[in-house]
């Protein structure tokens, strides 16, 4: 099968948080789908510490992202798990209903899973009710497709839309240790000043794999 026609189904960009029982964390989703006026649906890896919150908590919020969203934002919630670090602590937020939703987004829906969920081999299909929502900065949203060739972003393998990378023809293949941003090629030939275009860390900061 050829996967690059996956890469051709259009999604946006979107932060699921919820809490846990000490603090508010949530994961990047881009696989959220709105089934009819009142109910999204939205598929999470069983290995996301946001999935088990989410079937704890069973309130969560979505933040819809747009194309100029803070350089930090997909980063901390992307590549990042709540179960080592507090995603919140240097994000903007505004708490609704007892969810924080990021404030640098377009707006937010509350739901609550309605109690169906779908398990597949890697994944939780969640379907939920949407209990409130309002627009909070009138943007462009962010697409899937706009991430990866504008941004130049990649998806970690828990995405589900994630797609093997192939290396270079030298084989050459560097992994961002913060972000696991992929540079593929030899980076030693990129100036000194080269930043990951991800997280903004220097070159140093990428590990040959
Ligand atoms: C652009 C992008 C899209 C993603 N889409 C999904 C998704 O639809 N479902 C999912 O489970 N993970 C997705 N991820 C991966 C999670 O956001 C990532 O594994 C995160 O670090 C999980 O954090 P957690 O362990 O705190 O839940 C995506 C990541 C990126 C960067």
């Known amino acids: ?122 994944h939780s299909l969640f379907l939920a009710k949407i209990l409130d929502g309002d627009i909070l900065n009138k943007k462009e949203p962010m697409t899937y497709a706009y991430y990866h060739a504008v941004k130049k972003g990649k998806s970690p393998k828990t995405a589900p839309t994630y797609i093997e990378e192939k290396t270079d023809e030298q084989g050459l293949i560097y992994k961002c240790k913060i972000c696991g941003y992929i540079y593929k090629g030899d980076i030693n030939l990129e100036p000194d000043d080269y930043i990951c275009p991800i997280c903004k860390k220097p070159k140093s900061f990428f590990e040959k794999i």
């Open 1 to 122: 099968m050829n996967k690059d026609i996956l890469r051709n189904i259009s999604y946006g960009v979107y932060v699921v948080s919820t809490t846990d029982s000490t603090k508010s964390t949530g994961c990047i989703v881009n696989s959220i789908m709105q089934v009819s006026s009142d109910t999204v649906a939205l598929s999470i890896n069983h290995q996301n510490y946001t999935n088990e919150c989410v079937k704890k908590n069973k309130k969560f919020a979505i933040s819809i992202l747009s194309t100029d969203v803070d350089d930090n934002i997909i980063p901390v919630f992307g590549f990042q798990s709540g179960r080592d670090c507090d995603k919140f602590e240097t994000i903007e937020k505004i708490n609704i209903q007892g969810i924080d939703v990021i404030k640098d987004s377009i707006g937010y829906l509350i739901c609550e899973l309605t109690g169906d969920i779908i398990e597949t081999d890697t």
